[in-house]
């Protein structure tokens, strides 16, 4: 367990509203990602953070925006959701450090955009 | 960027059984990370080998960086392996960003 939860875990919302998932870790790692999940594509960087309000895009970064003010959180923002952000997203965390660039997983969050 | 790919995509087994899954990659990585997706959809970490041997009980894995490509190998299958087996890179000066393969999905029979 590398003390990553987030939140919600499911969730429900309509086209057009905005919509944050939050991620937060108890360990202190410098470096926060979010990914998404979605049949046939795999796994997808969406956005990545490598310190506090140090963030930068990854491949799959239209129509999502990121902060991190905190260590311990690093929020993804859906501004106006979309059907097509109907996905499992994944939070993870690393040390980032040269001799340890493992990276750890969330539980997910299920959203569904209708 | 980086091009990713594992076989096989699908695999069924009777419990008892061993099997290779393999991970082909397109360039020098300096991250390799062997996970578990469980039917819950948790994200396991199993290795982190971005070259050598490991061993981890029933599973072990391989690394050959200079040939790009990465072996797990599962002894005595258990039906509690199923679920799907993701391989990820990540390529050097990459900001820490790892690029998965799009996995291969395991069934073990009893």
């Not at chain 2, 990465?70 to 087996?85: E, W």
Request: contains cysteine; neutral net charge.
């Amino acid at each position: 367990d590398a003390g990553i939860t987030q939140s919600p875990r499911h969730k429900v919302t309509e086209t057009g509203t905005p919509v944050t998932l939050r991620c937060h870790q108890t360990e202190n790692h410098r470096y926060m990602y979010w990914y998404r999940q979605d049949p046939g594509h795999g796994l997808r960087l969406i956005h990545y953070s490598y310190g506090v309000k140090d963030t930068d895009k990854g491949e799959v970064s239209d129509g999502y925006s990121v902060s991190r003010s905190k260590t311990e959180d690093f929020l993804l923002t859906l501004e106006s959701a979309t059907s097509s952000q109907t996905s499992v997203y994944f939070c993870a965390i690393s040390a980032g450090r040269v001799d340890s660039y493992e990276q750890y997983f969330g539980p997910g969050t299920r959203l569904t955009v209708t | 960027g980086i091009q990713v790919e594992q076989s096989p995509p699908d695999l069924i087994l009777q419990e008892g059984a061993n099997s290779t899954l393999r991970c082909n990659f397109s360039d020098s990585v300096n991250n390799l990370q062997w996970f578990h997706q469980n039917p819950w959809g948790q994200l396991i970490n199993l290795f982190y080998i971005p070259s050598g041997t490991k061993q981890n009980g029933r599973l072990s894995a391989t690394t050959v960086a200079t040939e790009r490509y990465s072996l797990l190998y599962i002894s005595s299958s258990q039906t509690t392996d199923s679920g799907v087996y993701f391989c990820a890179v990540e390529v050097y000066n990459a900001g820490n960003m790892l690029t998965f393969g799009g996995g291969t999905r395991l069934m073990v029979k009893p």
